[in-house]
């Protein structure tokens, strides 16, 4: 099976801004590329490429010391922001050339998320909840098949839901009717051609108490949902 | 021709035709088989009770060749074109001649040798024994390919270090000479702590067994009649522990060889030059040509 290949020119999600925490760096795949992810202490999120220039070393097993991430191989220091390399330990009087740079992908944080692009994308999707209404983040399901196909199994049905509508190719949003009246959102990061992480969050205005019903149920339905795919995936 | 025409077409002939270590002598009893890879070619060592080592590859019929050197055990799947190089203080009788580990790591062979000729991260990586971040500058070094050899040779390298071997007893700054005779074995000679005008000598023998991933075998040649081979040993396994994690961090597991892949700084004199001297030669084999 071949299908086009996902344009870069967009956004995707990955993972909650509140995971994100303080001198943490944390790691995420987009289409294939692995990015390396760290908030510094003035609260900016950065997201590069997870190698450092200099020797090729995953910056994700690198220190965040709040204003730089500095990599375990060589303590080479690349600033937040630019990513431009600072210090280099070996050469502690040079100041290090403009070449010397990690490779800087586009963030932003919306809707409680952590955005990524790794081209030049155009509009977020929407997330419109009610100003009033709360929210739930469901645990993110990894899934080992094409994200077309997660969209595609999603947009023909989801338990208990009215309706599935589709915001953009890989934004869902799909009514429910019963106990929690309200909605609920799929935000689909695909990591590679053939594996996708199904980000969730449920907004109603009305939503129990402790959500621990709620959060059983759907994650039973996405793990099901995962289950099916890859085993139709496995059987092809 | 040889066992060659059978062999993966990603095999360079270079690396085909070269010497590698595939097992510590002193790790093989007599009589005893053991099994390891090279190349992607799975082999059968044995040691008959006469004390006899014999090679093959599985599936293949006729003995590989062999050498014992260095406290290793040698072969090639190819045709070597020349003996396997020398390391002449391994012969001098004062000497503690040790197989000190073999590790498998999730690395190629041209990663696991530049790491060991990188000057730079001793004060980062082994932090507080080779080297201090107070004192982590590298001052400029001499690098070249010899004329009689065509090794790689970097001299008058100097790095502070504060527990350069077991039998240091202050730190001090210590003197390094780098030789690469083989692509995927080096050499170091560094001062040694009790005698300034000798040097302990410590080598690298990495075994490709594929592309991403190799077994680095450790040689120690040292000047010390104090510790144990036991305790010797465990100081390079601590050591190689520590580069382990980040060698199997790097991205990708292949060798960049086009310098506009990975930026160098002047510190990485050395592995810039082993780079250019892989291509030169026409090694391909773990390595991104």
């Known amino acids: 099976m071949s299908e086009a290949s996902v344009s870069q020119d967009r956004w995707f999600p990955l993972m909650r801004s509140e995971e994100l925490v303080p001198r943490h760096v944390a790691q995420a795949r987009l289409l294939g590329q692995e990015i390396a992810l760290w908030r510094d202490d003035a609260g900016r999120a950065n997201g590069w490429e997870n190698r450092c220039p200099h020797r090729g070393v995953r910056l994700s097993i690198g220190i965040n010391d709040g204003l730089h991430l500095r990599c375990q191989y060589h303590g080479w220091r690349f600033a937040s922001g630019s990513g431009q390399c600072s210090f280099i330990p070996a050469h502690p009087d040079l100041v290090p050339a403009e070449a010397f740079r990690a490779h800087v992908y586009r963030l932003i944080e919306r809707d409680g998320y952590v955005w990524a692009s790794l081209g030049n994308p155009l509009t977020l999707p929407s997330i419109d909840i009610p100003s009033r209404w709360q929210s739930i983040t469901l645990r993110s399901i990894a899934v080992n098949v094409a994200v077309r196909s997660v969209a595609a199994a999603l947009d023909s049905g989801y338990p208990d839901a009215a309706t599935v509508s589709v915001i953009d190719e890989f934004t869902l949003r799909a009514e429910m009717t019963g106990q929690e009246p309200g909605f609920v959102l799929f935000l689909l990061q695909p990591m590679s051609d053939a594996a996708c992480l199904i980000h969730a969050l449920v907004a109603s205005d009305l939503l129990p108490g402790d959500g621990l019903s709620l959060l059983r149920r759907h994650n039973a339905a996405l793990t099901a949902l995962r289950d099916r795919l890859e085993a139709e995936a496995g059987a092809s | ?289």
């Open chain 2, 1 to 289: 021709m040889g066992l060659a025409g059978s062999f993966s077409a990603s095999i360079d002939p270079v690396a085909l035709d070269a010497w590698y270590p595939v097992w510590a002598d002193s790790e093989l009893p007599s009589p005893a088989a053991r099994r390891t890879v090279l190349l992607e070619t799975e082999l059968q060592i044995t040691r008959s009770r006469g004390g006899n080592i014999a090679i093959r590859a599985l599936e293949r019929s006729g003995e590989l060749p062999v050498i014992r050197r260095f406290g290793y055990i040698w072969t090639s799947l190819g045709n070597p074109t020349r003996d396997l190089f020398q390391i002449p203080e391994f012969d001098e009788p004062d000497r503690r001649n040790l197989a000190a580990g073999s590790i498998g790591v999730r690395a190629s062979a041209p990663r696991t040798v530049e790491n060991f000729l990188d000057l730079g991260h001793l004060p980062i990586v082994h932090v507080n024994y080779l080297g201090i971040e107070q004192k982590a500058e590298i001052k400029p070094y001499d690098i070249q390919i010899t004329e009689a050899d065509g090794e790689v040779l970097a001299r008058n390298c100097r790095v502070y270090q504060p527990q350069a071997s077991l039998v240091a007893t202050a730190g001090f700054e210590v003197e390094y000479t780098y030789r690469v005779p083989h692509p995927y074995c080096a050499i170091l000679y560094k001062s040694s702590a009790i005698d300034a005008a000798r040097s302990d000598v410590i080598a690298i023998l990495v075994q490709p067994v594929d592309q991403d991933r190799s077994i680095a075998h450790m040689m120690v040649s040292v000047l010390d009649d104090q510790s144990s081979d036991k305790a010797i040993r465990a100081f390079q396994q601590f050591i190689f522990g520590q580069d382990k994690p980040i060698l199997e961090n790097q991205v990708p597991t292949r060798l960049p060889l086009d310098p506009r892949a990975e930026i160098p700084a002047r510190v990485d004199a050395t592995s810039s030059m082993y780079r250019r001297w892989l291509r030169a030669q026409g090694v391909r084999y773990g390595t991104v040509p």
